[in-house]
Every structure is written in structure tokens, then in C-alpha cells.
């Protein structure tokens, strides 16, 4: 990861906290940008600087890292955790982690915990 030292730092950091800590909230990138006190094309553009990846796919990323620990840990339905992660439907969720992981969500569950033998 590209991290420069550069006035927006402290600002992405405290940011990159505060998304962590409302990954299940909606973080709609209109959202975060007012969180910041940016508007959303500049907030983009310094992210993508700072962290070399969009702040849409940064927070789709982290959703996905926390959906995948939700479905081994048994927490939820996979429907329940769909939701918590702001996706609209299950069918949807499963489209996206099964392109991701290449496994759909239960057969994922399935094949970590047997692993965990």
C-alpha cells in the first residue's frame, strides 16, 4: 500500500477508523465525504492518493473481510449478514462473494470450518 506523508494523512487515518468502526452502517460515499468535511470528488481523489485504492472499493473490500468472518463464525444467516453489510438482497451478496472468493457463502462456511478439523 502506497502511503505518503502528506497533509492528508492524519485525515485519511482517522478516517480509515471511522469507516472500520461503521462497516454495517451506510458508508455511501456522500456519507463519508460529509463525515470528513470534503466533497465527494475531492475525498476520492485524495484517498485513491493516499491509499491506492478507491474509498468505494476500499470500503467493499473491508465489508467482504467482515462478511466472510460473520458466515465462518456461524453469527448469522447468510441473509442477516447480507443485510448488515448493505447489500439488497441474499442473491446479490452471493454474486459478489462468490466472485470474490469463488465460492458461494455456505459452501465457503463449509470448506473453512472443515479445514478447521
Do not use: C
Amino acid at each position: 500500500m502506497h502511503r505518503p506523508t502528506n497533509i492528508y494523512s492524519s485525515v485519511i487515518d482517522d478516517l480509515i477508523v471511522w469507516i472500520e468502526h461503521n462497516l454495517s452502517d451506510d458508508l455511501s460515499i456522500k456519507s463519508v465525504a460529509s463525515r470528513a468535511g470534503y466533497s465527494r470528488w475531492y475525498l476520492q481523489r485524495i484517498f485513491k492518493e493516499y491509499m491506492d485504492i478507491s474509498l468505494a472499493t476500499y470500503i467493499r473490500h473491508r465489508r467482504l473481510e467482515m462478511a466472510k468472518l460473520d458466515i465462518v463464525e456461524n453469527r448469522y444467516k447468510i441473509l442477516d449478514v447480507a443485510i448488515k453489510y448493505g447489500y439488497s438482497s441474499q442473491q446479490e451478496f452471493t454474486r459478489v462473494f462468490k466472485r470474490i472468493t469463488g465460492y458461494p457463502p455456505a459452501e465457503y462456511r463449509r470448506i473453512i470450518l472443515e479445514k478447521n478439523l
